[in-house]
């Protein structure tokens, strides 16, 4: 995310996190992101087993998986 121009850029490091950290159940599919407006937080909601992914942002915006509800 860059604040200056309020653009979401893909590096692929999004993407994997969600399909992999913890698996979801076979079917589920990423569904919407939200990103916090602090640029620290992006929340994926994920259909097939309802639940929301939060990950905590670097500061170059890079993901790690926080915790999934």
Do not use: C, E
């Amino acid at each position: 995310f860059d604040p200056a121009t309020g653009t979401l850029s893909a590096d692929g490091a999004v993407l994997p996190l969600l399909a992999t950290q913890p698996p979801a159940p076979s079917g589920s599919t990423a569904a919407d992101l939200h990103l916090h407006p602090s640029g620290r937080a992006l929340y994926a909601s994920v259909r097939g087993d309802d639940s929301i992914v939060r990950f905590a942002l670097d500061a170059a915006g890079r993901p790690t998986r926080a915790d999934r509800t």
